[in-house]
């Protein structure tokens, strides 16, 4: 868990983004070419037109405040469609979505906080998204059924975990933690696109806002692993982490997904291991950092072998070299890993400066050229 | 073929009026990139020390083509970013790859342009090739410095344990030393001196990034107010401890001295060095609170030199020639001097260095330091052993951190690469 940053569903949508610094915005705006036209202000949120064709949107947004803002556009409930963060008082921005005929809901966010002022506008017509070629469409709908397996199989998991905490039997939770979180961390960037599910269940103590409550994984980590005690608070929060992780289990089938997203997800994952796993901020209290770490490049390896077909094609080096990091990281994962038939890994207090350098090293490897996958996707 | 050809071509290659790295961006492509970089090489001539202070702030750019590298007798610059990289791949064939990569990025960046295709303006579902906080500042007099460690010849690696040559030596532990490993050693390692420490940072950030999978940075030092200076008609600079540091280094004009002391020479082993040198790094953790409460008759009499002038005890200013018996027999100058070594001289390039301060409050400063030398072991070795047994100053300063590199010769040409002359 971390802060908001570019998600797996907007990732479709940033393509604007840098036209707006290269000016190419001015252009539309003097053509009037359909673009939606909002003027943010620290009190309003204006669109210039309620209804719009579906297909390829453009949001031209003017921060006509005082203070920094952030725009969204909102699926009804809540999902992110796509999103542009630090609009500076006076300038301009605009971001591109791929909207299918429906409900969606603008915000602005003054300030870049809460729930924002909010507009409700509507798609219409049968505008579509662009065509995908047959193999981005398999990529996409290969991912979309991993990302419920994982959600599917992690359920019961997080069920034999939670029960454990309600009997009270502290080894056993202990040993149920770490599997419980294997599906999620493998498949986070998705989960993390439901934005409300994310800081329920795998915030970490340093990661509360004010006024937040500190719900899920990482609260019963310190109490088994650092208080060693199990409090009927905890058993609640059991019960909470299940009804939680139910909810996306509902919502995972209905992300956003297209192969560029698939290609930052795996990107992310890394990113997730980089500044929070080699670290071993992650699992501070039970040191299951490892068995994240891999979850993590499973969930990325899962990433780029499905879109490999595409990516082989458009950036045969990249697939070479992404071929040989994943081994060469996964090796060197074995390394820590005594029953190769478990998720059973050394625990990262146990792993010295030197090996942790060895570790980040290759993670470093890895996620450079990953980094370049989500163009190869989008060639 | 002569080396003073050569040099007189780099200085009339000086280019007062560098582009910056703006100027060819957005344009895409390196070719065209490295096409406007020899458009501008053309221009002033700079010819003494003094106008190489006004290239300074003029930005200029330093030719990164030559006989020898630049970064070694060229005017030392204001910043410096130094990093060590262990090799991680065993293929030969990748490290060479890698070598070409960083030539290439190492051609832009010291022209002061962006690597690959810049900033901006590329693929928006992909990285920038530059990560861009260079933009917009000019060359800065970058030059970037790369070295080979002894870990690259070691049997069954690359293949090139026959061509290590002996005057690379593993240092020995001298008396007093503490070296953190974490600070020392190193498969590769890149000197990037500038007069803006944003345009050094940039070099080194680049190269690491364009390495991830084949090198990994072992361990990296910032430094500033350069200790030591090539150009002695400028201000000699002052260390950490107030000091004038430098006075009798070797100028980067005196060719006669360079090739004595410096240079590696044809037949002095190792043909493939021939016009490089080897560079010893050290980090020089110093005292500083123990220091500042020493009296000034002590702290002169540690140095053998006086505090405001620089001048040799019993002299009157600072470039007279120094009575190295007028001196306490324990102090600095006079034990580092030739003539208390036989003669062994070495070219120094050291900067200042403070990464905060420690766990006790104890700024962490220093001299983080940089010396040339033909052969390591008439240069450095003789000159830190007598040091480290008997120098006064050893009570204030403590050796933390320690390297040795072999330093190829230059880049020739847009066809030449770092290392060609020990991979081809």
Redesign the interface.
């Known amino acids: 868990m971390r802060p908001a940053r570019l998600t797996v569903v907007t990732?479709v949508a940033?393509?604007a983004?840098?036209s707006a610094?290269?000016g190419c915005s001015e252009k539309s705006d003097a053509s009037g070419d359909g673009a939606v036209r909002v003027k943010a202000s620290d009190t309003a949120c204006e669109v210039s037109t309620k209804e719009f064709p579906a297909g390829k949107v453009v949001f031209e947004v003017e921060n006509k405040g005082s203070k920094v803002t952030e725009l969204y556009v909102l699926f009804p409930d809540d999902r992110i469609v796509a999103e542009r963060e630090n609009i500076g008082p006076g300038t301009k921005a605009s971001i591109t979505a791929e909207l299918k005929a429906g409900d969606y809901e603008i915000a602005c966010k003054p300030g870049m906080k809460g729930d924002g002022i909010r507009q409700t506008v509507k798609a219409t017509g049968t505008g579509t998204v662009e065509k995908r070629s047959p193999e981005a469409d398999a990529a996409v709908a290969s991912y979309r059924k991993y990302v419920q397996e994982q959600a599917d199989e992690t359920l019961p998991k997080a069920q034999a975990f939670a029960d454990a905490v309600k009997a009270g039997d502290i080894e056993a939770a202990k040993k149920a933690y770490s599997l419980s979180r294997i599906g999620w961390e493998r498949t986070e960037p998705v989960a993390e696109s439901f934005g409300d599910i994310d800081p329920k269940v795998d915030v970490r103590e340093d990661g509360l806002e004010p006024g937040q409550e500190w719900t899920g994984w990482h609260k019963l980590e310190k109490s088994l692993f650092a208080d060693n005690k199990i409090d009927d608070a905890d058993k609640k929060l059991a019960e909470t982490l299940i009804a939680d992780l139910t909810e996306w289990q509902k919502k995972v089938g209905q992300a956003e997904i297209t192969p560029?997203s698939i290609?930052?997800g795996a990107k992310e994952l890394l990113d997730e291991v980089a500044t929070g796993k080699v670290t071993g901020e992650e699992e501070r209290y039970s040191h299951t950092d490892l068995v994240d770490f891999k979850a993590n490049v499973e969930g990325a390896e899962k990433a780029y072998e499905l879109l490999k077909p595409i990516t082989s094609k458009t950036d045969p080096a990249l697939s070479a070299?992404l071929d040989k990091?994943f081994a060469a990281l996964n090796n060197l994962l074995e390394k820590y890993r005594p029953n190769k038939a478990a998720y059973e890994y050394t625990a990262y207090d146990k792993v010295g400066?030197a090996e942790r350098?060895e570790l980040?090293?290759a993670v470093?490897?890895?996620?450079?050229?990953l980094?370049?996958l989500?163009?190869a996707?989008?060639k | 073929m002569s080396e003073s050809t050569s040099e007189q071509e780099q200085e009339q290659e000086q280019d007062k009026g560098a582009p910056s790295r703006r100027a060819v961006l957005g344009w895409g492509g390196a070719g065209l990139a490295l096409g406007a970089a020899a458009a501008g090489g053309t221009a002033a001539v700079l010819a003494s020390g003094s106008d190489m202070v006004s290239a300074a702030s003029a930005g200029a750019a330093v030719p990164f083509h030559g006989e020898h590298q630049a970064g070694i007798a060229s005017a030392v610059q204001d910043r410096l970013h130094f990093a060590a990289f262990d090799v991680k791949t065993k293929d030969r064939g990748e490290l060479v790859r890698l070598l070409k990569d960083w030539t290439e990025a190492a051609r832009l960046m010291t022209a002061g342009h962006p690597v690959g295709e810049g900033g901006y303006g590329g693929h928006p579902q992909a990285p920038p090739d530059d990560t861009g906080e260079a933009l917009g500042l000019k060359a800065s007099r970058l030059t970037l410095t790369v070295g080979f460690g002894p870990g690259l010849f070691a049997k069954g690696r690359f293949g090139l344990e026959g061509k290590r040559p002996d005057a690379l030596v593993d240092l020995e532990l001298f008396p007093g030393d503490n070296l953190d490993p974490a600070r020392s050693g190193g498969d590769l390692c890149v000197q990037a001196c500038a007069d803006d420490p944003q345009v050094a940072v940039h070099a080194i950030r680049q190269l690491a990034r364009i390495g991830f999978g084949k090198t990994a940075v072992r361990w990296s030092q910032l430094g500033f107010g350069k200790t030591s200076s090539t150009t002695p008609d400028e201000q000699t600079p002052r260390n950490m401890m107030g000091f004038k540091d430098g006075t009798r280094n070797i100028a980067g004009t005196d060719k006669a001295a360079l090739e004595k002391h410096v240079w590696v020479g044809a037949g002095d082993g190792g043909d493939w060095l021939t016009g490089g040198s080897y560079l010893v790094a050290r980090r020089i953790r110093m005292n500083i609170e123990t220091w500042d409460r020493t009296s000034l008759g002590e702290q002169e009499d540690i140095f053998g030199r006086d505090k405001g002038e620089g001048a040799p005890v019993g002299k009157s200013k600072e470039r007279d020639e120094p009575f190295l018996k007028a001196m306490k027999p324990e102090a600095h100058v006079r034990l580092a001097h030739p003539d208390s070594n036989d003669g062994a001289t070495i070219l120094r390039r050291g900067y200042s260095f403070t990464d905060g301060t420690d766990g006790l409050g104890r700024l962490d400063a220093g001299l983080f330091f940089l010396a040339y030398q033909r052969d390591v072991r008439t240069g450095f070795v003789p000159i830190q052993r007598k040091l480290a047994k008997s120098d006064v100053l050893n009570e204030y300063i403590q050796h933390v951190g320690s390297a040795v590199f072999a330093v190829p010769p230059g880049v020739r040409d847009k066809d030449d690469w770092w290392g060609r002359t020990l991979f081809a």
Do not use: F, R, Y
């Open positions: 990732a940033v393509v983004a840098l610094v290269t560029t290609a930052n070299e990091q400066e350098k980040s090293d470093n490897a890895l996620a450079e050229p980094s370049k989500a163009a996707a989008a």
